[in-house]
Structures are given as C-alpha cells and as structure tokens.
C-alpha cells in the first residue's frame, strides 16, 4: 500500500508530514512542516503552517479538501520517472 510516508522516504524529501491520496481531493490535515501532499502523479509541498493555511484551493475544515485536486495548485510538481520508478517498487 503506497503511503505518504513511504515516498517521502523513497524519494528521501526529508519533510516532517507527508500524505498521499490517490485522486489528490481529500486529505487529513499536515499538522507538521515542511510538509508535502501527493496524489498518483506529484506532490505539493508546503514549507510552513502559514503558506498551507493560505493556500486558497485548500478549504480547512474537519478534513482537508482540495479544490480541483492538488494537480490544480501552482506549486504542483509532477513526478519525473525515476521517481515514479522508485514508487511503484515501494
């Protein structure tokens, strides 16, 4: 089962809190920064509890959802394929 924790380690990003959720809509809140969301294909990552907080496709409510997905957010980055390599022998 693909983790948050298990690509942060995999691709040695050395943040504090990381998720992952497939389709990248709906999260549990980063409660540690840096922190990093993923979805299947990139990742937005988030250096402080003020830039998360800000973020305004992020609506913070019990859960955390994401307006058109994190794909949709500026600051996403896609995985190139050597990291896709290494997630999928995770």
């Known amino acids: 089962m693909i983790t948050g924790k298990k690509i942060n380690e995999g691709l040695n990003f050395k943040v504090r ?18 922190g990093i969301l993923f979805d299947y294909n990139g990742y937005v990552r988030f250096d402080s509890k003020e830039e998360y907080e800000s973020t305004p496709s992020l ?32």
């Not at 913070?60 to 896709?84: C, M, P, R, T, W």
Request: aromatic share 12%; proline share 2%.
């Open 17 to 34: 809190h990381s998720l992952y959720r497939k389709d990248g809509l709906w999260y549990h809140h980063l409660k540690h920064f840096p």
């Open 59 to 90: 609506q913070h409510v019990k859960d955390l959802h994401v307006v058109n997905g994190i794909a949709s957010l500026k600051s996403y980055v896609l995985f190139n394929q050597e990291q896709k390599n290494v997630i999928v022998n995770l």
